[in-house]
């Protein structure tokens, strides 16, 4: 009857028609004593959405910010705070979801600014706290699409969240209407005046700056964020987050929604919404708390290489299949899981204001990293240290947040800064444990480890750098304590160009001389010093070249394993490192000698110390130990800075007594060497057979004696091949960039 109505009814202007809307729902509460029908029996949903319409129709005809006669009528008779009402009571049944529904088409139809009016923020400040009251309502879905146009309003203009902080002890209104209330309201007659406080919502209301928020004594409630993580508590997800299967349920749509929302608030600017997100909230309980709770749900012992090759996740992206998941290994959906939590942590605190960032990142810190992964890593049982280092390395991989990553950083190797010596090397137990497991008895622990450390030299953290290697090394100490005049003059050798190591194909002019394929390095190389740089480059790549003795090579056996190979790894890894480093403080050159105290004890470190103690046994260790203790290494020696430069890649820096550097423990492994040589009958016969068995072009035979020394021999001379690489490629880029 009122479709018919409408159609045959002369067309009414636009304010007329919106007010017959608005008294007809008016009516129906004055008329109706029957409280128990469901709103869907009535004409009430109808006449919100024509009301929607006229008011978007209205906007369109007019000017861009003008406020029409309809909107008008909306903000002052405060149509928006008698709905609040209605939805609070349900009343009839069902009408919270319309009101909510109302309410978010409003907000996302209407382009004008609304929420700066008081009669448009207060009523959605009161509905705001109604949502997430209630877990598994049945208005969740309405909730959290009101919930989340509030965060897409504040987003688009960030100064408004001083609307939605409210005071904790701000006293409730005792004039509040109930539904009995309301209908004394509606029964009273309209003159369409407005009314004297509804004359504030006239011109929009300037919230509290955040200056006068924080001069505030009383404790501020940030309700929008209290409800966001209320919807995120659904007892669906108390035991799994992120389920494909519940992704597309209802529940999955609320908490992915909430997250969502979630991760709009943390990014506003506002310094007072950030401290009270922060303060005030349990956003950081709820981030940590589930991280924890997915963390000790994984199993005890898990294979490091389920946890390393399980496939990237997104949180709210995840990809779940029980059946197949349980197939492929135990423990799978658990990781996944706990990883997609860990993303979703890490993405948040990458968003969130810089202070909110920092708290948050503590927050993980301390309530995750110390209290429930510390002992993880600390306990002796080899399974456990096994599973708890692959996921400690699985996380440092995933991470990209500049603030969390800073406070794992802390939190794995500590914040000192000062020089390390060998008496304070157990200060922090955590790294100190960490760095002797790279030397443990089990293999499969050292290798982990060994892992985690070059994964994490690679991560853009400058503290990482400085407390393993360069606060070791800053006074330049493991040189001789002697003037540079007394010191014995270096032979000049044959030009770069004329040595045969260097053919057409990989001369400076031809393959590594193109200005622009890096940008950012050095600007200084220590070659300079010499009256000619090539010859002193050309004498260190000789130097790491000619370490292994003939007898010992076989790579010129074998083709396409000569020296030439490692020159692109060595470029693309040196351009990588060099993008990371270029916003450290670092120096171009060494530090000056006369600034140095070289009478300071030198103590190289308790990682390097590690390090050079593994790569002095390189001949007695097993072949994939061997492959990470100088894949480390390496990494290590492609570091942009002079003082590492130096230390590991100068085979004639004159060391202080009892000092060490790479090159020098090479040349005991190789005195080793020699030695050993003279007792294997068949020496080079066999490392031939065991490098073409390691390359796959043999097949495997009998066993070979001293498989683990022959090994060794080869992983020895790729890794001398590797180290002149890098010295002419850094050499050649810092001359390429000089001025």
């Not at 008008?72 to 939805?87: A, D, N, W």
Request: charged share 25%.
């Amino acid at each position: 009857a009122y479709t018919l109505f409408l159609s045959l009814a002369p067309s009414l202007p636009l304010q007329e028609d919106f007010v017959y809307h608005w008294k007809a729902i008016t009516h129906y509460y004055i008329e109706t004593s029957d409280d128990k029908a469901p709103v869907t029996d009535t004409n009430i949903p109808s006449h919100l959405e024509q009301m929607l319409d006229i008011l978007t129709q209205e906007e369109s005809e007019r000017d861009s910010g003008e406020t029409g006669p309809c909107m008008e009528y909306l903000l002052h008779h405060k149509i928006l705070e008698t709905l609040f009402t209605l939805g609070k009571a349900d009343c009839p049944p069902g009408m919270k979801q319309q009101v909510l529904s109302f309410y978010t088409k409003l907000l996302g139809r209407i382009h004008q600014p609304l929420l700066p009016h008081i009669n448009v923020h207060r009523p959605v400040q009161k509905l705001i706290r109604l949502c997430g009251e209630i877990l598994a309502a049945p208005t969740e879905n309405e909730e959290i699409q009101f919930l989340c146009i509030v965060c897409a309003k504040l987003k688009q203009d960030p100064y408004l969240v001083n609307f939605f902080l409210e005071n904790k002890v701000k006293r409730p209104d005792p004039k509040r209407p109930g539904v009995e209330g309301v209908r004394e309201d509606l029964a009273s007659p309209d003159t369409g005046q407005p009314q004297a406080e509804g004359q504030a919502a006239e011109s929009p209301e300037e919230p509290k700056s955040a200056a006068a928020q924080s001069n505030n004594n009383n404790v501020n409630n940030y309700n929008i964020v209290t409800s966001l993580l209320n919807l995120t508590k659904s007892p669906v997800i108390a035991s799994i987050f992120m389920l494909s299967s519940l992704s597309v349920s209802q529940d999955g749509r609320i908490v992915v929604k909430a997250c969502e929302g979630l991760m709009l608030l943390v990014s506003l600017p506002e310094p007072a919404a950030a401290k009270c997100l922060t303060e005030n909230t349990e956003l950081c309980e709820l981030l940590t708390d589930r991280l924890s709770a997915f963390y000790k749900a994984l199993p005890m012992s898990m294979d490091p290489l389920d946890i390393e090759t399980v496939e990237s996740v997104n949180w709210g992206l995840d990809v779940y299949n029980m059946k197949d998941d349980a197939a492929i290994f135990t423990g799978k959906r658990a990781l996944i899981s706990f990883l997609s939590w860990l993303d979703y942590c890490d993405q948040l605190i990458k968003e969130a204001q810089k202070t909110a960032a920092a708290v948050l990142a503590k927050a993980v810190r301390e309530r995750f990293f110390v209290a429930v992964m510390e002992p993880q890593l600390m306990q002796t049982s080899e399974v456990g240290i096994l599973t708890s280092t692959a996921l400690l390395n699985r996380i440092i991989r995933q991470v990209t947040s500049e603030a969390l990553l800073q406070d794992m950083v802390y939190f794995l190797l500590g914040e000192e800064k000062g020089p390390e010596t060998l008496a304070s090397i157990a200060q922090n137990p955590l790294r100190h444990r960490l760095i002797e497991h790279c030397d443990h008895l089990s293999d499969e622990i050292s290798i982990m480890t060994l892992r985690l450390f070059e994964h994490l030299i690679q991560k853009p953290n400058q503290h990482i750098l400085h407390s393993l290697m360069l606060r070791s090394l800053e006074e330049r100490n493991y040189l001789e304590n002697k003037p540079q005049e007394e010191r014995e003059p270096v032979e000049n050798g044959q030009d770069l160009e004329e040595d045969p190591l260097f053919g057409d194909d990989f001369s400076p002019e031809n393959r590594l001389s193109s200005p622009d394929w890096l940008s950012n390095s050095p600007t200084h190389s220590p070659y300079h010093a010499k009256p000619d740089g090539k010859t002193e480059v050309h004498k260190i790549v000789n130097s790491f070249l000619c370490l292994v003795p003939d007898e010992a090579k076989s790579s010129s056996h074998v083709e396409g394993t000569g020296y030439d190979t490692y020159l692109r790894d060595a470029h693309r890894q040196f351009r990588d490192y060099c993008g990371i480093c270029q916003r450290w403080d670092w120096r171009g050159t060494p530090k000056a000698m006369e600034k140095c105290d070289l009478d300071s004890p030198f103590f190289e470190g308790h990682f390097l110390k590690v390090l050079f103690d593994r790569m002095g046994r390189i001949l007695d260790q097993p072949y994939d130990v061997n492959l990470h203790v100088t894949s480390v290494l390496s990494k290590l020696s492609l570091l942009p800075h002079p003082h590492m430069h130096e230390y590991l890649l100068d085979p004639y820096i004159n060391l202080g007594p009892g000092c060490r550097s790479l090159f020098s423990v090479i040349v005991r492994v190789v005195g080793d060497l020699m030695l050993r040589i003279q007792r294997i009958p068949d020496f080079t016969p066999k490392l031939l057979l065991v490098r073409k068995r390691l390359l796959g072009l043999e097949p495997e035979g009998l066993n070979i004696d001293h498989m683990t020394l022959l090994e060794g021999v080869i992983v020895l001379e790729e890794f001398c091949k590797e180290l002149a690489a890098i010295a002419f490629v850094k050499f050649h880029t810092s001359a390429s960039t000089s001025p």
